[in-house]
């Protein structure tokens, strides 16, 4: 880059430039946060303020974080922090980085409160294989009086989950604890909620580089199919969830009629799907309502 231009905007045009050459699909946002994180400003500033200057030592950094960007590391892992639900969420080795469509999890939840018992409830709710935090940290941001459980066999993981639920103001409701998904749990929830692994050890040729390399393989990956934690988690959840009580997964686009079918195999007769923003097939809801 220009080491005599250190202008904001400046920095991030000639970023943006070398992001795109490197065929980065979101060049000019990726470079925005780059700069403005390692100039130390919000991420709006250099678009207020593209004639501020910034130090020797934050270009420097510039340079290394586009540097990072260009051979494939994703902003949140350069960042070490990323965005969920309007919530800053720290993340670290073995946590997933979050991506927008889970935040269709968070709503399909939050519509089974509303239909029912409301917000102000003091629901008792599992989140299993928690990894950053970001699904009960944001239900907790929106249920005053809930409390989550939140479970995960990595313990990075929830050492970043505990971080991240106390950095939000809901710690003191967040209770991390190891173990494999529902097989620690009592019959005292109101709901459970998991985004698992569900990618098939076939996909993983097609998956970006940013994925393959910069995500946790425990976090992505579920067997030949895909659908090996769902089949842990579904009859757990039948085991330990009373009548009406549901449970909701976060699927594959693909994975609707077989993840269905290991729900009704499980002892599930109610079973609603939630697309995302996309049209694709992204929640499944499923709990037991006949006797």
């Given at each position: 880059?220009?080491?005599?231009?250190?202008?904001?905007?400046?920095?991030?045009?000639?970023?943006?430039?070398?992001?795109?050459?490197?065929?980065?699909?979101?060049?000019?946002?990726?470079?925005?946060?780059?700069?403005?994180?390692?100039a130390g400003v919000e991420p709006?500033?250099?678009?207020?303020?593209?004639?501020?200057?910034?130090?020797?030592?934050?270009?420097?950094?510039?340079?290394?974080?586009?540097?990072?960007?260009?051979?494939?590391?994703?902003?949140?892992?350069?960042?070490?922090?990323?965005?969920?639900?309007?919530?800053?969420?720290?993340?670290?080795?073995?946590?997933?980085?979050?991506?927008?469509?889970?935040?269709?999890?968070?709503?399909?939840?939050?519509?089974?409160?509303?239909?029912?018992?409301?917000?102000?409830?003091?629901?008792?709710?599992?989140?299993?294989?928690?990894?950053?935090?970001?699904?009960?940290?944001?239900?907790?941001?929106?249920?005053?009086?809930?409390?989550?459980?939140?479970?995960?066999?990595?313990?990075?993981?929830?050492?970043?989950?505990?971080?991240?639920?106390?950095?939000?103001?809901?710690?003191?409701?967040?209770?991390?604890?190891?173990?494999?998904?529902?097989?620690?749990?009592?019959?005292?929830?109101?709901?459970?909620?998991?985004?698992?692994?569900?990618?098939?050890?076939?996909?993983?040729?097609?998956?970006?580089?940013?994925?393959?390399?910069?995500?946790?393989?425990?976090?992505?990956?579920?067997?030949?199919?895909?659908?090996?934690?769902?089949?842990?988690?579904?009859?757990?959840?039948?085991?330990?969830?009373?009548?009406?009580?549901?449970?909701?997964?976060?699927?594959?686009?693909?994975?609707?009629?077989?993840?269905?079918?290991?729900?009704?195999?499980?002892?599930?007769?109610?079973?609603?799907?939630?697309?995302?923003?996309?049209?694709?097939?992204?929640?499944?809801?499923?709990?037991?309502?006949?006797?």
């Amino acid at each position: 880059m220009n080491s005599r231009d250190r202008r904001l905007g400046t920095l991030c045009r000639e970023a943006r430039a070398r992001l795109a050459e490197a065929g980065v699909a979101t060049a000019a946002l990726d470079a925005r946060l780059l700069v403005a994180a390692a100039a130390g400003v919000e991420p709006a500033v250099p678009l207020t303020d593209p004639e501020r200057e910034v130090t020797k030592a934050a270009l420097a950094l510039v340079d290394s974080h586009i540097a990072r960007r260009v051979a494939g590391e994703p902003v949140g892992r350069i960042l070490g922090a990323r965005e969920f639900w309007g919530l800053p969420f720290a993340l670290s080795r073995e946590v997933l980085e979050p991506r927008p469509d889970t935040e269709r999890l968070v709503e399909a939840v939050l519509a089974w409160c509303d239909e029912g018992k409301g917000r102000d409830h003091p629901y008792r709710f599992a989140d299993l294989g928690t990894g950053s935090g970001v699904i009960a940290v944001a239900l907790l941001s929106e249920l005053p009086k809930a409390v989550a459980v939140a479970s995960d066999m990595a313990p990075g993981a929830l050492a970043t989950a505990r971080d991240n639920a106390w950095q939000n103001g809901v710690g003191a409701r967040f209770l991390a604890c190891r173990g494999d998904f529902a097989a620690m749990l009592g019959q005292t929830m109101d709901f459970l909620v998991s985004n698992p692994p569900y990618i098939s050890l076939a996909e993983e040729s097609g998956l970006s580089r940013e994925v393959r390399q910069y995500d946790p393989r425990a976090a992505l990956f579920a067997g030949e199919d895909g659908l090996d934690a769902y089949r842990v988690i579904l009859p757990q959840a039948r085991e330990r969830l009373v009548r009406f009580a549901p449970v909701f997964l976060e699927i594959g686009a693909s994975q609707v009629l077989a993840v269905a079918a290991l729900a009704r195999s499980a002892g599930f007769d109610d079973i609603g799907i939630f697309q995302d923003l996309a049209g694709r097939d992204r929640v499944l809801r499923a709990r037991c309502v006949a006797k």
